[in-house]
């Protein structure tokens, strides 16, 4: 199946309102990367620093209208020219063999790795790492409340712990968890399709005997010592009581997803029963920590 890609030519400030506003448009993907071989050396603790000039690429259905979607950006932007841009149609197998382009290992914490099919794997002898091949539809961690999620696994201690990843998407965080030395790992969605894909991404890492998957409703097992919710606030908000049955006394919660604006209502929400201590910030998005009373 073929697939249509468009290329924008950005300076770093465009980045952002283009790659929101493309994957508001149905983008299946958006991806970034340096247009000038530009190195970025020692960037700033939890920030993600940006070239100078970006190659923004949106892939799309082959049966989308890439020319509306060109008219519906320039009115979305209010912009009376869009940056310089070029559309490809790219066949399912090129697509299969150039994505390595796009994506490199990324580094998160001091020993924590994810590392795309191809690459040499990470010098470190310490280096914990994640083989996971980018989809059309994936988490590889390069959002910030993924990376949010994934810093705090590799900067605290979950050995022998019980884990639970609410909302596991691509099982990015289960993965993780089970690889730094997790006990028992809990994945949990609603959406079966990301049942599979957790599975098999935790199957192809060697950890599928300490990950298991399950839908909301068919959680039986004993309470976790940390509950990571990498989901939005509206339903973070709706799931208290949910948290607390499945956390244990002084069991820690871990939620992201949410945006700097959000953080009080998110608190508003858990403060009977949570007491918070750290934040994390990257861009807007933040993450919070909390015991279980």
């Not at 070239?51 to 320039?74: H, N, P, R, Y």
């Not at 149609?89 to 990324?106: A, C, N, Y």
């Amino acid at each position: 199946m073929p697939w249509q890609e468009i290329t924008f030519t950005l300076n770093a400030g465009q980045a952002k309102a283009y790659e929101d506003a493309l994957m508001a448009m149905g983008a299946l993907s958006v991806t970034l990367r340096d247009a000038l071989d530009q190195p970025i050396l020692e960037p700033e603790p939890e920030t993600t620093p940006l070239w100078d000039e970006i190659l923004l690429t949106a892939m799309f259905d082959v049966d989308a209208q890439v020319e509306d979607i060109v008219a519906s950006l320039q009115t979305c932007l209010q912009t009376d020219q869009l940056a310089e841009y070029q559309i490809e149609v790219l066949e399912d197998q090129e697509w299969r063999l150039t994505w390595k382009e796009h994506f490199k290992p990324m580094q998160f914490g001091e020993r924590l790795w994810i590392c795309p099919s191809g690459y040499e794997r990470p010098s470190q002898s310490d280096a914990v790492v994640i083989d996971l091949d980018p989809g059309l539809a994936f988490g590889t961690g390069s959002h910030p409340t993924t990376a949010l999620c994934l810093q705090w696994l590799d900067g605290h201690s979950v050995k022998n712990k019980t884990v639970i990843d609410y909302g596991c998407g691509s099982g990015i965080l289960a993965i993780a968890a089970a690889k730094l030395g997790a006990r028992q790992v809990i994945a949990i969605d609603n959406d079966p399709q990301a049942l599979q894909a957790t599975k098999d991404n935790a199957a192809a890492n060697a950890v599928g005997h300490l990950v298991e998957v399950a839908a909301p409703e068919s959680i039986v097992q004993e309470k976790a010592d940390i509950l990571i919710a990498n989901i939005l606030l509206e339903p973070l908000t709706g799931l208290t009581d949910v948290f607390r049955k499945l956390l244990s006394p002084a069991g820690e919660l871990v939620m992201s997803g949410v945006l700097d604006t959000q953080v009080t209502a998110l608190q508003e929400a858990y403060i009977s029963h949570f007491n918070f201590d750290t934040c994390g910030q990257q861009e807007e998005w933040v993450r919070l920590h909390a015991i279980f009373k």
